[in-house]
């Protein structure tokens, strides 16, 4: 009786894996699909207009300026690793940032490394708590778009080039 | 119960839950396994597509067969042959340089095939060979064993994607409007 009992317990936390791997490969497919539209949108949810009491040593200073963004890619989806490559092929970047968002610091640290993007400032965001925290977005990849300090917009988005052609600190709009 | 015994039963639950989760992990969520062993093994996508859900069900009957006191011996020959391989593609991917996530339970935040999946491996395989050394027969409480590698299995899971499990326990705000 109780190895009957054992192994329908066993088939529960079986299907407790199954979900959490779907959810997971949900959350890696989630951001936005070439069908709507430029492919860039409004985050509604996020808190426009908040200045971050404290900014991540590696992003000290940064969003001092008239134009300023900090992309938040997720080490946990593919579209992130996609924009993280075109990031690698772009040489105007002196207004970009990036806040790795990941569960594991050290998988964040060989995001970084993998993708070339420690020539930018960055930040590894342990469990996206600072993005989450300070700006309630919790959607990647997205854009945080400041001016002096202040967040003024938030945009998910899929790929670099059609960001900016939406936000580029020459045309100075959102 | 002897400690031998009980440390005996623990490793048997360890194993089969480690088994058991990277298998319906990778099957539920082949994508980045596939990714990982096509760069590993230099393969095309529907073949390294066909190695992984072969490996997927594999682990997972190797795990169940590990709970089985007439399986167990197969179970703990197929569990070092894994661990062993699991190794060796560890020191393969660190001898490569990969970067692709190993996917190893299904998640693509993971970290790529080297120096961890060795120790995991090889882990693995003393496990395995401790049951195969101590005899089928010599686990404790067999019964409870089904328990006891549910238990570890939801931990792993909880703590593999305990980003997704934040997210759902995550406070929303709710709306106000429309009253």
Sequence with gaps: MTYVFGIALLILAGGVVVLFAMLGQLADRAGVTPSQGSGVRLLEEARVGHVPAAWPAGLAGFGDGPLRIVLVLSTACSSCRTVAGQLADQTDVSDIAVAVSTADAAVGAEFVAANGLSRLPHHVDEGGDWVSGEFGISVSPAALVFRDGMLISALAFTDFTMLRSTVSPTRQRV | MTGSAFALGLIICAIAAVLVSAGLGKLAAPG???????ALLRLPEPAAQRAVRLLAVVETLTGVALLVPDLRTAGAVLAGVLGLAFAGAGLLGRARGLATPCGCFGQRDSRPLG???????????????AVLRSGADAAPRTDLLPIGVAGIVVLLAVWIWRDTARELVRPRPTSTANH
């Design chain 2, 115 to 129: 120096l961890r999946s060795v120790l995991v491996g090889l882990a693995l395989a003393a496990g395995a060979l």
């Design chain 2, 32 to 38: 980045a396994s596939r990714e990982a062993i096509a």
